[in-house]
């Protein structure tokens, strides 16, 4: 049986379309090709991936797609015309951090999570239950911030590849040094996001996802 989750639940979600989003990013910043490469991260993580074929990836998409909205839009919210490259990062990292420890998202992965888990049949609960009560409790949740590095990863990639002119003339060349040599801003987010990904969550990571983390792995050890 898939999750399934209410169109009021996943409205819950959503933040509304700004002229700002629409002005500063084009239709490349909505793509979700890469949830499955977050899937695949995930399932690389659980003893017991078979569990996610469970899960729909409708209300995931809907739910990256979310997310990825709010990263752009905290991201020009903290930025200028007047904003140096060190600010253009640093906004570019508090944007990830507000986003991934925002309540409004956590709340639905945990009710994806409890009704997943409410699906499968007692003898495979047990067995999961074997299997987590002798793993470590580093090595998971380095597995969950790996997987959630995955969706940093995307995010970063479609809002690179989705800005318009206008974006541009705003934030040159504090953005990307006109495109030349060193990269500015641009090119710093990408050297952090990068190195914090090929350490599959063991860090140092240059975005602060504590706080989540303890919260998903919580809502699996109660399970």
Do not use: C, H
């Not at 690389?44 to 078979?50: I, Q």
């Not at 007047?82 to 420890?101: H, L």
């Not at 925002?102 to 945990?110: G, L, Q, R, T």
Request: aromatic share 10%.
């Amino acid at each position: 049986m898939k999750i399934k989750l209410t169109e009021e639940q996943l409205n819950k979600i959503l933040v509304k379309e700004g002229n700002s989003i629409n002005e500063l990013f084009d239709e490349y910043l909505y793509l979700t090709a890469d949830l499955d490469d977050f899937l695949i991260t995930v399932r690389e993580n659980m003893k017991f991936p078979k569990m996610l074929d469970m899960v729909d990836k409708a209300p995931l998409e809907k739910l990256q797609k979310a997310m990825r909205k709010s990263v752009a839009d905290n991201f020009i919210k903290r930025i200028n015309k007047t904003s140096t490259e060190e600010e253009i990062v640093n906004a570019f990292i508090n944007a990830i951090n507000v986003t991934y420890n925002d309540d409004k998202f956590f709340n639905v992965i945990d009710a994806i999570l409890k009704y997943v888990w409410g699906q499968i049949k007692p003898a495979m609960k047990a067995l999961i239950n074997s299997g987590w009560s002798v793993a470590s409790k580093k090595t998971i949740k380095e597995g969950i911030k790996e997987s959630i590095g995955e969706l940093i990863f995307g995010d970063w990639v479609s809002i690179e590849n989705s800005l318009t002119p206008k974006f541009r003339s705003l934030f040159e060349p504090a953005w990307s040094n006109n495109r030349k040599d060193p990269w500015g801003a641009d090119g710093k987010i990408d050297d952090l996001i990068y190195r914090a990904f090929e350490t599959k969550g063991k860090g140092p990571l240059p975005y602060n996802i504590d706080g989540v983390t303890d919260k998903i792995y919580d809502t699996i050890d109660n399970l």
